[in-house]
C-alpha cells in the first residue's frame, strides 16, 4: 500500500502544475488596469483573439484591460507575457506569410513606415470614421495619430507615447548645491562635481546596449541638432556636421558613464539608480514609475524629474525620442477587422487611459499633469521639445546596420571620423 | 535476433528520427542553396550563402572563438571530471548527497544558471567576484566588455554546467575498472600516479573517448549563455557560431534564412571534422565485434 501512495501523489503534484499553467488570458496582475465597455459582434461559435504585445509597466495597462474587458463566454483574448526582443522576432514571423499566428498586434512608430509600405498592416481610416464618436477617439492627440500615419492613411491606434525624461538624485544635488543640467556640458560639469566630492565614480547612466537601445541613443542626439540617420526621402545623412557634433557629444559623456555602458539596457540603468550608483539617467518615460517605488529602492523618494537635456545651449530640440505605441491589425488575420478594431478601440478609451496614468503616458490629449504623475510636468515638457519624427521606410534598416560600427566608435577602438565614414558607406550600401 | 523482430523493435525509432532529424537536414541543406524569407518559398541561389559566410570575417571570428572555448572546455573537464570522479569514488555514505548538490548545476536550465552566474561578475547585482578581488587587492576586470575575461567567463560558466555530466559519466567508467588490476600494479610497486597513468587512465579509455565526443558537439552548439554572459558578443569578438546564425537569421527583424542554413551547414562539417577521430575509433571497435 505505502508503495503505492508516493507515486500517485507525485503524478498528482506534476499533473496539478502541469494543469495550472493552461487557461487563456495574461499572466500579469495590474492595478492600472480595468475594465471598460468593448461592445462587439462576436462571430458564431468560439473565437480566439490572439495579442502581441511586450510587458512593460506602460503597456500593460493597456493590455491588460483589453483581455479582461473584451473576453466573453465565446470570445477568448490570449495574451502571453513577452518582453520587447521576442515581439520584435514574433512580429517579423507572423507578418511574413499568407497566414500569421496573432490577431491584434502592438506596433510602433518607428516601424509603421516599413510595415505599411510593404502592406503588412490593415489601413484604419475607414474604421477609425466609423467607430470615432462610440469610443471618443477624437480625444487622441493629433500629433500622435500622424505619428502612426503612413501617406495619409492611419496605420496603429495610438495608446500610449514615452519620451526621454532625465531622472537625476535630488538629494545629491541638494547637498552639492547642483543646478538640475539642461544641457550635455552642464550634466558634465555637475558629474565632474560629484565626482570630486567622491560621492560617486560614474554619476551618468544612459542605456546604451550594444545590441539595440544605443542607437536610439544616437538618433536622440541628431535629433537635437535637428537632423536625423536619414532624410524623408532616403538620403542617408551620416556625413553631416550635426552627426559627427553628436557622435562626440556622446564620446565626451563616457568618462562619466560605466565603463561597461554599453552593456546596460533600460532594466540595468534603472538599477543603477536603485542601487545609488548613478545620479543621472535619461530613459524613456515608461521606466520613471519604477523608480519612485518603495519595494524597489530605499532611494526611492530622492528621485527628482526634469526635461531631457539638449545636446547643446544652441540646440533646437531636446536629446529625445518620441516612441509612440498603438495597437495594428495585421492584414493576414482571419478575423472580422471591425471586431478587433472595437477591442482596439476599448483598451484606449478614456477610462483605460485614465487608469493607465502614471505608469503610462495616454495618447489622449491633456491626461497627464504634474498632480496626476511624478513626472508629469517633465513628460509634458520633454515632448513639447522633441524634433517631430522623419519618415522614412529605411530608417529601421539603417539602424541595424550602423550600429555594430557606433559600439567600436564609443568602445574607442576607431575614431570619430573613421566611424562616420564607415556608417555612412554602409547605410548607403542597404538603402540601395 | 532475427531480421524480423530487429525491424519492428527498430522501426518506432526509425520513423521519429526520419521525422525529427533526417527531414529538417534535408530542409536545411535544400534552403542552404537558397534565398528564403519566412513564408515564401525560397529562391534558388546555388552556393552564394556559403560564399558570403566563407568570405564574412564575422564568421571567421566566431568559428576562432567557438572552437578555442570547446577545446579549452574539453581539456579542463577531462582532467577535472577525472580527479572529481576519483574522489567521489572513495566517498560511500554521503555520496549520494555529494552527487545531488554537484548536479544541480547540470540540472538547471543552461540560460538560468547562466543569468544567476552572471550576477556573480556584475557589479549591478552584487557582483561577488569583483568584491573578492578587490579584497585581495586586484584592479577592476571589465567581465563583459573586454574580450579575453570574458572568455574566461564564458568558459568557467560552461565549465561549472558540464562538469557534473562528465564526472557522472567517468564515475560509471571507473566502477568497471577491476580491483585486482589497481592491486597488481600496487604489488608492482607503482606509485598512485603512475597506477592511473598506466592502469586506470587506459582501462576507461572508451569512456573518456566519449566524454570528450560529448563535450565537443555540446560546447561547439554554445548560444544559451552566451545572451547573459555576453551581452555585446560581437563587439568584443566573442561570439559563437549559433549566435552568429541567430543574429543573420532571425535578430532585429532579419530574414536571411538560407544564409543561417548555409551556416548550419557548415557547422555540422565542422563538427564532423572535429570528431573524425573518435568516428574513425567507433567503425573499428564494430569491426573488431564482428
Keep these: 500500500m505505502k508503495h503505492r501512495i508516493l507515486p500517485v501523489l507525485a503524478l498528482a503534484a506534476v499533473g496539478a502544475v502541469a494543469l495550472s499553467s493552461c487557461g487563456a488570458g495574461t499572466r500579469t496582475e495590474n492595478e492600472n488596469a480595468t475594465t471598460v465597455s468593448c461592445d462587439y459582434t462576436a462571430p458564431e461559435g468560439s473565437t480566439t483573439v490572439n495579442v502581441l504585445a511586450y510587458n512593460s509597466s506602460a503597456i500593460d495597462p493597456f493590455t491588460d484591460t483589453m483581455v479582461s474587458s473584451c473576453s466573453t463566454d ?79 492613411e492611419l496605420y496603429a491606434l495610438p495608446m500610449q507615447a514615452q519620451m ?139 528621485i527628482g524629474f526634469a526635461p531631457a537635456p539638449k545636446v547643446t545651449a544652441g540646440a533646437e530640440y531636446s536629446y529625445n525620442r518620441l516612441s509612440i505605441d498603438g495597437w495594428s491589425i495585421p492584414f493576414n488575420t482571419k478575423l472580422d477587422h471591425d471586431m478587433l478594431f472595437v477591442m482596439m478601440a476599448s483598451a484606449v478609451s478614456e477610462d483605460a487611459s485614465e487608469a493607465s496614468v502614471p505608469a503610462a503616458y495616454p495618447a489622449r490629449e491633456g491626461m497627464v499633469t504634474e498632480e496626476n504623475s511624478p513626472y508629469g510636468a517633465a513628460a509634458n515638457e520633454s515632448m513639447a521639445t522633441a524634433m517631430p519624427p522623419i519618415v522614412s521606410p529605411i530608417q529601421a534598416t539603417v539602424t541595424n546596420e550602423i550600429r555594430p560600427i557606433l559600439v567600436q566608435v564609443l568602445g574607442g577602438n576607431i575614431s570619430v571620423d573613421e566611424g562616420l565614414a564607415q556608417m555612412q558607406a554602409a547605410s548607403e550600401r542597404v538603402a540601395g | 535476433m532475427k531480421a524480423r523482430e530487429f525491424w519492428i523493435l527498430f522501426f518506432p525509432s526509425l520513423l521519429v528520427m526520419g521525422a525529427l532529424l533526417v527531414l529538417p537536414l534535408v530542409r536545411t541543406v535544400q534552403w542552404s542553396l537558397e534565398q528564403v524569407r519566412y513564408g515564401t518559398p525560397g529562391t534558388f541561389v546555388g552556393f552564394d550563402n556559403f560564399a558570403a559566410a566563407l568570405t564574412d570575417v564575422r564568421f571567421g571570428k566566431a568559428v576562432m572563438f567557438t572552437v578555442a572555448v570547446t577545446v579549452v572546455t574539453t581539456v579542463i573537464l577531462l582532467v577535472f571530471g577525472y580527479i572529481v570522479a576519483n574522489g567521489i569514488n572513495r566517498i560511500t555514505t554521503s555520496r549520494p548527497l555529494v552527487l545531488g548538490i554537484m548536479l544541480v548545476s547540470y540540472v538547471l536550465p543552461n540560460l538560468v544558471g547562466a543569468v544567476a552566474y552572471s550576477w556573480l561578475f556584475d557589479d549591478n547585482f552584487g557582483g561577488v567576484v569583483n568584491r573578492l578581488i578587490g579584497f585581495f587587492g586586484g584592479t577592476q576586470v571589465l567581465w563583459f566588455t573586454d574580450q579575453v575575461p570574458n572568455a574566461i567567463l564564458v568558459t568557467a560558466n560552461t565549465v561549472w554546467h558540464m562538469l557534473p555530466f562528465a564526472m557522472l559519466i567517468i564515475l560509471a567508467g571507473l566502477q568497471g575498472v577491476p580491483e585486482e588490476l589497481k592491486e597488481a600494479a600496487r604489488i608492482d610497486g607503482a606509485n598512485t600516479f603512475q597506477t592511473h597513468l598506466n592502469v586506470i587512465i587506459p582501462t576507461i579509455r572508451g569512456v573518456l573517448g566519449f566524454v570528450t565526443l560529448i563535450t565537443i558537439m555540446d560546447v561547439l552548439r554554445m548560444f544559451d549563455n552566451l545572451i547573459p554572459l555576453s551581452p555585446q558578443a560581437q563587439a568584443i569578438g566573442n561570439e559563437s557560431i549559433m549566435m552568429y546564425v541567430y543574429s543573420v537569421a532571425f535578430a532585429d527583424g532579419a530574414q536571411q534564412l538560407g544564409l543561417g542554413s548555409a551556416i548550419n551547414v557548415l557547422t555540422i562539417i565542422l563538427i564532423l571534422i572535429m570528431l573524425i577521430p573518435f568516428i574513425r575509433g567507433i567503425f573499428k571497435e564494430a569491426k573488431a565485434e564482428r
Design chain 1, 74 to 152: 465565446s470570445v477568448t483574448l490570449k495574451h502571453d507575457p513577452i518582453d520587447f526582443g521576442g515581439q520584435v522576432t514574433k512580429t517579423t514571423a507572423t507578418l511574413a506569410g499568407d497566414t500569421g499566428t496573432y490577431d491584434i498586434i502592438e506596433t510602433y512608430g518607428f516601424v509603421i513606415p516599413g510595415f505599411a509600405e510593404e502592406g503588412k498592416l490593415v489601413p484604419l481610416n475607414d474604421l477609425y470614421d466609423k467607430y470615432a464618436a462610440d469610443y471618443g477617439l477624437d480625444e487622441i492627440s493629433e500629433s500622435m495619430r500622424e505619428g502612426m500615419s503612413y501617406d495619409g
Design chain 1, 164 to 302: 526621454y525624461v532625465m531622472a537625476y538624485r535630488t538629494d545629491v544635488f541638494d547637498d552639492l548645491g547642483l543646478e538640475v543640467p539642461t544641457t550635455f556640458d552642464e550634466m558634465i560639469s555637475a558629474a565632474e562635481e560629484i565626482k570630486q566630492a567622491g560621492v560617486m565614480d560614474y554619476p551618468i547612466a544612459l542605456p546604451w546596449l550594444a545590441t539595440s537601445d544605443v542607437t536610439t541613443s544616437y538618433q536622440a542626439a541628431m535629433n537635437s541638432l535637428g537632423t536625423d540617420f536619414v532624410t524623408a526621402d532616403g538620403a542617408v545623412t551620416l556625413d553631416t556636421p550635426e552627426a559627427k557634433q553628436a557622435l562626440e557629444a556622446m564620446v565626451a559623456l563616457t568618462p562619466y558613464m560605466d565603463p561597461q555602458v554599453t552593456t546596460f539596457d533600460q532594466p540595468k540603468v534603472q538599477q543603477q539608480m536603485f542601487n545609488g550608483t548613478a545620479a543621472m539617467s535619461i530613459m524613456f518615460s515608461g521606466r520613471m514609475v519604477d523608480l519612485t517605488m518603495e519595494s524597489n529602492s530605499k532611494l526611492f523618494d530622492s
